[in-house]
């Protein structure tokens, strides 16, 4: 009985403190602090994922995104110097446009999910999970196995990094003749002149 | 071997990116052979994989639907390597900053075909969605290519934040699914019962899928990611893209929620209509050739879509062969168009005037392009259009077809612009476009051959016809 409690109370604390932090997110205007709140905001979902016995995908939410990604985020933006967000204050039209979409959308979702029968829910409770039989059905090939989409997902993550690679590369590959272009008649006018990057490295140079 | 074509794929992949290490400046050609190869060869090992089967205990299957879709994903991912050859290699006329790295270019490209081959031949939603990132994630790194070229870079950011957007509606009507059965096969759904969550999940997913086929509303970004991508990769978006699009809602529409299928025509019918009318009135104010080919590629989703009314028999093949005519016109309109853009920077459709003059052969392929795409016959278009016309018509959606015979009117003044400009205006004062080089000279040829014959010769139908018929009542037994 008490334990129970305990539970539910612990849920709503978790469940406030995830909205919460998710708002602060969206409205700070320092980028760190956004940061720093989406790290909190992720871990209290790794809480609520731990009270749903899904203990492993606690552990690895807290692993990759808490101590990965956020991280990441946290590099780059100090690398960029850009601590404060760059656009204006939204307006107050844009504001309500937003709210009554974003109230629309929750209000449909919750209504949705409100009246409808989750086999899962109903199945009183939580499937079986240990990181052991996680870890068998991601290589079986059998049926009910993940092995495919385990090896799509290794084909995908190479190809996201090659493609990052290659857009972030400060400096063009050596000898490739068509990088060192932009003195042929015609080019400026069809092409944007490197007037842009000029000026943001300017600053830097002088 | 069932997965043969899909490891050919990725092997040649890896072999591209091995290879661009050791290959020499002078001998980097090669990674172009090496993909173009590959991609025949797989092309072979659709051919020779059965109709049928599965493999890993059903994780992995092949039907008459999923063959004929990755016959296309190589196809045209074989011509955008064609496409793209002249312009990575930097063997054009007008020399373009930024684009380079060609085997991390094919590594990448080749990779999203597996996804896409991949995608058709899932039966849970987890490989389904991984593999749709496999084949959408990579071409946001191909749509931001021309590193120096802002409007490049924007195209790639404005295609990944929509993307993401996507991606979070499809998961969220997937989970909501994967909540109501407690299962992650396709094939679970299809007993459900209607219930609230059930509906907010499939307009999520209509969203998502949205998303992919460009269909109004969701297509707002197209026309910049289309304007901003490299050439070949525009090409690539316009016919690739809208095939996984089409692929992914045949998986959705039919496998999964195929049990109403017959109760949303009404509203899959208003989504053909808005987005052929939308994009055929705003591609008349278009004047870069590549954001009217944007507004051209979201009206013919609206097409597309049409298959997905009535007797649902005919819709399957019918959509088929239109996706196949699409891809040949489409592409080889592309062929002309990157090498005009090649050869003289030009970019937009006044820029193509007196082209009949200097290159006539060109502009006559172009045109025939342009018909086809606007269902004159007896082009592989007009067939294709009739087709899918006379689905939406049997399943007595006689306004749609109505508004669809205004639409190809619409289109077809579109595309009379091009023509107008090739064969009626003076030629271009800057002189005219050097020959084309021999990769797009094949392509324009193979492709114009292949849009004619494909209307005139009623076999290739009566393939794709034949083995997909029987396929809807297959997955959707009664």
């Known amino acids: 009985m008490i334990a129970s409690a305990i539970y539910t109370v612990l849920f709503y604390a978790i469940a406030a403190g995830t909205i919460l932090l998710a708002l602060a997110v969206v409205n700070t205007r320092k980028l760190l602090r956004a940061a720093v709140a989406l790290m909190g905001a992720l871990s209290t979902t790794a809480g609520l994922y731990a009270m749903l016995d899904a203990q492993f995908l606690a552990g690895v939410q807290v692993l990759v995104y808490v101590g990965g990604i956020v991280v990441l985020i946290v590099f780059a933006i100090m690398l960029t110097r850009s601590g404060e967000l760059l656009e204006d204050n939204p307006t107050l039209k844009r504001k309500l446009v937003g709210a009554v979409i974003s109230i629309g959308f929750l209000v449909s979702s919750v209504g949705a999910v409100w009246g409808s029968p989750f086999a899962i829910a109903s199945a009183g409770k939580a499937p079986a999970n240990d990181a052991l039989m996680i870890g068998k059905a991601l290589l079986d090939y059998g049926p009910g196995g993940f092995v495919v989409p385990f090896e799509v997902i290794s084909l995908l993550l190479l190809a996201a990094m090659l493609g990052g690679i290659v857009i972030a590369r400060k400096t063009p590959p050596t000898g490739q003749p068509f990088t060192s272009g932009g003195d042929l008649p015609g080019e400026a006018e069809v092409y944007h002149p490197l007037s842009q990057r000029d000026d943001e490295t300017g600053g830097r140079a002088s | 071997m069932l997965m043969l074509p899909e490891i050919i794929v990725v092997v040649t992949a890896m072999a591209v990116l091995v290879a661009d290490l050791f290959l020499t400046e002078r001998l980097r050609m090669g990674v172009t052979w090496l993909s173009l190869a590959g991609l025949a060869v797989a092309a072979g090992a659709v051919f020779a994989t059965p109709m049928n089967g599965s493999m890993f205990g059903g994780q992995f299957v092949v039907d008459a639907v999923g063959w004929w879709f990755k016959l296309f994903f190589v196809i045209s991912g074989f011509f955008t390597v064609l496409l793209s050859m002249d312009l990575l290699h930097g063997r054009t006329t007008c020399r373009m900053r930024g684009i380079g790295s060609p085997g991390e270019y094919y590594t990448v490209l080749l990779f999203t075909i597996s996804g896409m081959m991949y995608l058709v031949s899932a039966r849970d939603m987890v490989l389904l969605y991984v593999s749709l990132e496999l084949a959408t994630i990579p071409l946001f790194a191909l749509a931001a290519w021309r590193r120096e070229d802002i409007r490049s870079g924007e195209a790639g950011l404005k295609y990944v934040i929509v993307g993401a957007l996507a991606s979070a509606f499809i998961l969220y009507g997937l989970g909501l699914i994967y909540g109501l059965t407690g299962q992650i096969s396709l094939d679970a759904a299809r007993v459900l019962k209607g219930s609230p969550a059930f509906w907010f999940a499939a307009a999520m997913l209509t969203a998502g899928i949205g998303f992919k ?101 005919y819709g399957v093949p019918a959509m088929l062969f239109y996706l196949l005519a699409y891809i040949a ?81 619409i289109a077809l003044y579109n595309y009379l612009r091009i023509v107008r400009e090739m064969y009626i205006e003076p030629v271009h004062e800057d002189g005219p476009a050097a020959p084309a080089s021999w990769s797009l000279s094949i392509t324009t040829a193979v492709l114009t051959t292949a849009l004619v014959l494909l209307g005139i010769i009623p076999f290739f139908y009566n393939a794709i016809n034949g083995s997909t018929i029987a396929w809807l009542s297959a997955v959707l037994p009664h």
């Not at chain 2, 893209?241 to 109760?263: C, E, I, N, P, Y």
């Not at chain 2, 592409?331 to 937009?348: D, K, M, P």
């Open chain 2, 329 to 409: 016109s489409t592409l080889a309109l592309f062929a002309g168009i990157v090498w005009y853009s090649n050869e003289t920077g030009r970019e937009t459709i006044r820029d193509y005037r007196g082209l009949s003059r200097t290159n006539p052969l060109m502009a006559l392929a172009m045109m025939l392009a342009l018909f086809s795409l606007a269902g004159i016959p007896p082009l592989s278009g007009f067939v294709g259009k009739f087709f899918l016309f006379s689905v939406a018509a049997g399943a007595g959606f006689h306004w749609l077809v109505g508004i669809a015979a205004v639409n190809s009117t």
């Open chain 2, 213 to 313: 086929l460009t269909l109004v509303p969701f297509h707002l970004w197209a026309a910049d990611v289309f304007e901003g991508a490299p050439m070949p990769i525009t090409a690539y978006l316009s016919v690739a893209s809208k095939g996984t699009g089409l692929a992914f809602m045949f998986q959705l529409f039919f496998r999964m929620m195929g049990g109403w299928v017959h109760d949303w025509a009404l509203m899959i019918a208003l989504f053909a209509a808005v987005t052929m009318t939308l994009g055929n009135c705003v591609a008349i104010v278009q004047h870069n050739i590549k954001r009217f080919m944007a507004f051209s590629a979201i009206s013919h989703a609206g097409v597309f879509i049409m298959g997905f009314l009535g007797p649902h028999d």
